[in-house]
């Protein structure tokens, strides 16, 4: 399974959108927070998880999703967001906490949901697992299609959540792909020191489903592997454990240090960072001319400067509305 | 009367699991011991029968899994009913249902509804130690975003149930092991009443006087309302007339009729299962001192569990249980 040229596109344009995203929060979340580094400050207060580097995961898998197609997302979900289709104007927004945010500002950046696109999202680690076996048991039992993507990190990986839910997909036989994003650090511990195995698609044996593990954040490798558990899961075949094999360019949160890190690891990741990668290969392979590339990126750039600016020009909610919507 | 059709409190909820089963395809259940067993506490009897294993769901022992995926599954159009089989258990899945199931209606500003009733069972008085004997009636109504019912008897029991499925926010429905009528557990008969066999909603938020009164107003819920109940026949010979509000919902909690009593009984007792501080029977007797226009003859009292775990020798335990005589005790001390 290959992508289309068409798919090509939308994974390399998708993937600028989200860098861009990231590159322009960066800067603005640290606004207000210098000299001295206060997480409070600023138009972007609190923690900020940002997921430059894993793009490939992101596109890889959602380039096979459709609008009513669930997924549900980590502390860490900018990309798998703006791959889902989430709207990036009111993403921008809730991330600002505004008024106009997805979920008027009571939720940010660890809690984005957009219901459009059946996408959710969890701040704690692997307890997107459960609401994405809901999600698919809920497609399943209506007989509406449509499946379920859990996206974790490989932290989550030793939740008992993780387990669990694998555990009751497999035997209910659900329509779901867990997608493990290994950037191979939870906060500062190493993957290593963790896990008591190297590669977590092995525990799929454990729930007697399939398991794949994808190396190199390739872009045209996950498309290729997601694609096949996805269709699967549509034709009723059941769940499938996949591990990716990404980086994170960033810290853990903005304001990390990174001291854990070996001496040369992020000069070594930048090398490898998969936007320009997969730039390279699109011109070699002459699918993709550099000015159709450039056309591309510039749409793309316009689109998140749009968002930006309509989440720095949008209105701070009522205090008081924090009141409101606990309840439906 | 005697012709009235009298149920337990188990039946009564199984009841109207099913009427709504018959109506609303999307109500499903699913749980430990739900289907084959028809509930531990015999509170899905019949279910599985009627509508099959597909809408009535034996789980794995795997609460984070199977309430993350109610979650889910509310997200996406379906009304599922999900079982803690002892709400003891909470500490193995409190993430689901608190981080997950009580917040996805806010953070997502109303975009997503979480239709959901987690049903759990509460209480002890039979010995069976502090893991699976507890009330935990204050945790859940202090954290926002879900709603909290506990019916004392069967009429309440299928009214509230009925109104839990219909809600579109999620509720926690806590149903006491002594009042549900199941032989081995013991039980109380006063649990046992009339229910009628159409669907009926009791509303939740709304408490009900249960016994009119004009000296004490005794405040409790589910198994304390029975403590209440006989405490102020007893208190009859005394010549104190005792007033039981059963406030029959946690979360939203009614205090207008807790109010109402007070201001016209002047005295206040609450009987609470759960454990005495930080919990329900406190925030009953501030609801009332906040009220600001009410003046108690006497200090307000509260019959709450001690701030121990639950023993599991019978002499202990009894020692540490709410009881009528301890709430007509403490009504004498007061009137």
Known sequence: MQPSRETLGWMYQTMVTSRRFEVIINKIYMEGKS??????NGPIPGEMHLSDGQEPVAVGVCAHLKAEDIVTATHRPHHQAIAKGVDLNRMAAEIFGKATGLS??????????????????????????GPAAGGALSRKMQGKPGVAVAFIGEGAANQGAFHETMNLAAVWKLPMICVIEDNAWG?????GASTSVEKNHVRAAAYGIPGHYIAGNDPWKIYEVAGEAIARARAGDGPTLIEVETFRLAGHFMGDAEGY????????LFARDPIPAMRKRLEAEGSFTAGELDALEAEAGAKVDAAIRFARESADPKPEDALTAVFA | MENERKLTIARAMAEAMAQEMRIDPTVFVMGEDIAELGGVFGNTRGLLTEFGKDRVRDTPISETGFIGAAVGAAQDGMRPLVELMFVDFFGVCFDAIYNLMAKNTY???GNFNVPMVLMTSTGGGYSDAGQHSQCLYGSFAHLPGMKVVSPSNAYDAKGLMTAAIRDNSPVIYMYHKGLQGMGWLGTEAGANVHVPEDAYEVEIGKAAVVRQGTDVTIVSIAMGVHH?????????????????VDLRSLVPLDRETVRASVRKTGRLIVVDEDYHSYGVSGEIIATVCEAGDITLKSPPRRIAYPDVPIPFARVMEQYCLPNADKVAAA????C
């Open chain 2, 107 to 109: 953070f997502s500003g």
């Open chain 1, 35 to 40: 000299p001295v580094f206060n997480m409070a």
């Open chain 1, 261 to 268: 890190r070996p001496e040369g690891e992020k000069a070594a």
């Open chain 2, 228 to 244: 209440a109940l006989k405490a102020a026949k007893a208190l009859e010979a005394d010549g104190i007339s005792a007033e039981v």
């Open chain 1, 187 to 191: 906060i500062s511990v190493a993957k």
């Open chain 2, 331 to 334: 009504a004498r001390e007061l």
């Open chain 1, 104 to 129: 008027g500002g009571r939720g940010g950046h660890m809690h984005l949901f957009d219901a459009a696109v059946n996408f959710a999202c969890s701040g704690i680690i692997a307890q997107g697992m």
